[in-house]
């Protein structure tokens, strides 16, 4: 079975950049694989980000971009702000109808 | 205004049944794929299901397969979720999803704001 993977948490400091990655347990990610990102506040439904690697989503911020890195995706945040600390998550497609999300990346801000 | 409404919810036996559903309004309905992704208390996402804009493919994590229905009335513009056998670890909030296309879905372009599913005895 296909794992996605994210690392669990990362802080930034304000005004500061992260990238934040996701990869497969097995293989590489690729543009194929259609990566998107995520935010979710708590209490709060999920946000759509990024989509198709480095599309993004109407209203979101340019401090918000995706690539690929390496095997990976990558989601970074260029100039951090306080309300961007949230729970973050990438999504991958496998094919077949299937879609698999990645654990999430706490990112805390200070 | 793209907007999802999740209902349904609620406390539900193990083994016992639960149908969820999704009004969706501000699209044509029929034209896009729609999903269903769930989040346990205190964990992460973990897509559910999904179907195309027809209805006439589905998709199913395996940890739901043979226990939960995903289906579509088109014409009162509402998704379901039927949830058969529920067990514990089913306990969520069940979020509606909107696809990005008709056939399939690449990525998830709105969100409902979910629905708790309590499965207890």
């Known amino acids: 079975q296909t794992v996605v993977t994210q690392e669990p948490s990362f802080s930034v400091s304000p005004g500061g950049t992260v990238t934040l990655t996701c990869g497969l347990s097995?293989?590489?990610?690729?543009?194929?694989?259609?990566p998107s990102w995520y935010q979710q506040t708590p209490g709060q439904a999920p946000r759509t980000l990024i989509y198709?690697?480095?599309t993004r989503s109407s209203g979101v911020p340019n401090r918000f971009s995706g690539s690929i890195l390496g095997n990976k995706a990558a989601l970074t945040i260029t100039g951090a702000q306080a309300d961007d600390e949230s729970d973050y998550y990438c999504?991958?497609?496998?094919?077949?109808?299937?879609?698999?999300f990645g654990g999430g990346t706490k990112v805390t801000v200070l | 205004e793209v907007q999802l409404l999740e209902s349904g919810g609620g406390l539900v036996q193990p083994g016992g049944s639960l149908r969820l559903s999704c009004a969706a309004s501000?699209?044509?309905?029929?034209?896009?794929?729609m999903s269903w992704v769930r989040q346990a208390p205190g964990k992460g996402l973990e897509w559910v299901s999904a179907?195309?804009?027809?209805?006439?493919?589905?998709h199913y994590a395996d940890s739901v397969k043979g226990r939960f229905t995903i289906s579509r009335d088109n014409s009162k513009n509402t998704l379901y979720l039927q949830m058969n056998s529920p067990r514990a670890e089913d306990t969520a909030i069940y979020y509606c999803a909107k696809g990005d296309q008709l056939l399939r879905i690449y990525y998830f372009d709105y969100w409902g704001q979910g629905t708790l599913v309590t499965v207890s005895s």
């Open positions: 198709n690697t480095n």
């Open positions: 501000g699209f044509i309905f029929s034209s896009y794929a």
């Open positions: 179907l195309s804009g027809s209805g006439g493919s589905t």
């Open positions: 999504v991958l497609y496998m094919g077949s109808g299937i879609s698999v």
């Open positions: 097995s293989g590489s990610v690729s543009t194929g694989y259609y």
